[in-house]
């Protein structure tokens, strides 16, 4: 499946929970140049043309994004849904506006550093709803460990699977409430089958 149709059913299936779990009428999503940034920016648009109010922020060089990442972006700007490189004029006034973390999933290898951190300092500092894609930015996907510091969130969704590193005490300190979505990958089970087979082909995962 290309990963930009897996991105579609997260951030539809993530923009569906929101909408359930939270009443609010604008966002400020907060996207990396990560698949993770990708999927923020398909749920900006998608919370735009539901009517919201959004404005999506894209930390990091755009240059460097990945490449579904970059097309994340073209169809946003496209579509006419705000987009700022710079939280300078962009930090919401709205009290019961909407965090939503973006900035980095499962890719994050190594210390936070700035902008990032100045970023994620931010959204810690102050007291608006969050919520993050797939696992807080800041946390190993794989152990739990901080790297430097993390998105403190209210609630996470996490994409297709549970993360080994929400096991780790610190971690639902950061996660909040984790909901499990659903896009569509296979049981663990068939899944490590697949693996496997492709793995005794030769074929690179
Ligand atoms: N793999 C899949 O099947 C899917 C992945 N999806 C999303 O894609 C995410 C994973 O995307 P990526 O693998 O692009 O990972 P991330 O979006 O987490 O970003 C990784 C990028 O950030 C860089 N990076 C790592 N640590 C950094 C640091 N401390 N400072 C600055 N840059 C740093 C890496 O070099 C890499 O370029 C998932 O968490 C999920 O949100 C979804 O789109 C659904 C499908
Ligand atoms: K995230």
């Known amino acids: 499946m290309p990963s930009l149709v897996l991105m579609e059913r997260a951030a539809i299936a993530t923009v569906e929970a929101m909408m359930k779990?939270?009443?609010?009428?604008?966002a400020l999503i907060l996207c990396g140049t990560g698949n993770n940034g990708g999927d923020g920016i398909a749920v900006g648009r998608?919370?735009?043309?539901?009517?919201?109010?959004?404005?999506?922020?894209?930390?990091?060089?755009?240059?460097?994004?990945?490449?579904?990442?970059?097309?994340?972006?073209?169809i946003a700007r496209n579509l006419?849904?705000?987009?700022?490189?710079?939280?300078?004029?962009?930090?919401p006034n709205d009290p019961d506006t909407l965090i939503v973390d973006a900035l980095f999933g499962i890719g994050l290898d190594r210390e936070v550093e700035d902008p990032y951190l100045e970023?994620?300092?931010?959204?810690?500092?102050?007291?608006?709803?969050?919520?993050a894609i797939d696992i807080p930015s800041g946390l190993s996907a794989?152990?739990?460990?901080?790297?430097?510091?993390?998105?403190?969130?209210?609630?996470?969704?996490?994409i297709g699977f549970f993360k080994k590193g929400f096991s780790s005490q610190e971690s639902p300190a950061f996660t909040g409430?984790?909901?499990?979505?659903?896009?569509?990958?296979?049981?663990?089970?068939?899944?490590?089958?697949?693996?496997?087979?492709?793995e005794s082909n030769g074929e690179q995962i």
């Open 119 to 131: 970023v994620i300092r931010r959204v810690n500092d102050g007291t608006f709803r969050t919520v």
């Open 46 to 74: 998608l919370l735009h043309q539901a009517g919201k109010a959004v404005t999506i922020c894209v930390v990091g060089d755009p240059e460097r994004a990945s490449e579904e990442t970059a097309a994340q972006l073209k």
């Open 80 to 91: 006419n849904v705000p987009c700022v490189y710079s939280l300078e004029n962009s930090w």
């Open 21 to 26: 779990d939270f009443e609010f009428k604008s």
């Open 142 to 158: 794989d152990n739990g460990y901080v790297f430097g510091a993390a998105v403190i969130a209210d609630k996470t969704y996490s």
């Open 177 to 198: 409430e984790i909901q499990l979505l659903n896009i569509g990958y296979p049981p663990l089970t068939e899944l490590a089958h697949i693996i496997d087979q492709e």
